[in-house]
Nanobody, 111 residues
């Protein structure tokens, strides 16, 4: 199993980013996928999850209404659209399935 995140970067408060996670090594369309994040000095925390068919999603209270998780099973890819970003969203963002994790992509929100 391989998970490869991309799309992180430096953005000003109020800005947007879209993260992508390309998966391989398993039947992507059969598994729910999740995004987690870990800020410096803090524990890794769940951000959003999506069911295998994309029909059900869930979000951490801190990102509800600002972040949207989606997936394209034809492309083996899960996305995280992040809008109205805040400095407290600064973290390394990870893609996760079952017990597997990607390498993470850094998101920094700063003016």
């Amino acid at each position: 199993v391989q998970l490869a995140e991309s799309g992180g970067g430096l953005v000003q408060p109020g800005g947007s980013l879209r993260l992508s996670c390309v998966a391989s090594g398993f039947t992507f369309s059969r598994y729910g996928m999740s995004w987690y994040r870990q800020a410096p000095g803090k524990a890794r925390e769940p951000v959003a999850g999506i069911a295998s068919d994309g029909g059900t999603t869930n979000y951490a209270d801190s990102v509800k209404g600002r972040f949207t998780i989606s997936r394209d099973n034809a492309k083996n890819t899960v996305y995280l659209q992040m809008n109205s970003l805040k400095p407290e969203d600064t973290a390394v963002y990870y893609c996760q399935v079952y017990t597997y994790w990607g390498q993470g992509t850094q998101v920094t929100v700063s003016s």
